[in-house]
């Protein structure tokens, strides 16, 4: 698996958000896109995940020298963001459950669920309802939503925001173990950054 980005562009009534970026990053390797905030880092990934469709360029993902257009391998792409929403009204498991359903059409594994649940420290509040939840909690499980499927390509927009001491280390982990994956982090965070094997800058 690898992304491969040329020459991306994205305007937003005549105003230009993104130009002219191209990058590639192959499985096992991890890329950190930084800069100021209003610099199209989270646009970019919203382009990269599908949501977005560019106004020049093309984003391809190359599977066994195939190439795919994002909303054709979207099930094997974890996203994570502070702007993504879940159900309030449903349990942390049900998110998890109807996510999943929604996304790759199967269930996923109770045992991978207990795994992800309790390395975020939401085990023994599975069963709440998350509207009971910290914004830090609702964070924590948007990171359990996105890799409980084991995706191929992990996508995070600030991957510390909203969380505590113990959320930052579990992501810390994750930056650190990408070696099966394609990792984009947009982050303003050097210490992130840092932990990305490349680095793309958007902005002056």
Known sequence: MTLAVDNISKSFNRRSVL????????????????????????????????????????????????????????TRIGFVSPYLQLYDEFSALENIELISRIRSARIASSDVCERLLASFDLWGRRDDLVRTYSSGMKQKLKYVVALVDDPDILMLDEPSANLDADGIQAVTAILDSAKKRVLVVATNDEREAARCGKRIHLGA
């Open 19 to 74: 130009c002219n970026i191209s990058f590639t990053v192959a499985r096992g390797e991890s890329i950190a896109v930084t800069g100021k905030n209003g610099s199209g880092k989270s646009t970019l990934l919203k382009v990269l995940a599908g949501l977005l469709t560019p106004s020049g360029g093309a984003v391809h993902y190359l599977v066994d020298g195939e190439k795919h257009q994002p909303e054709d391998i979207r």
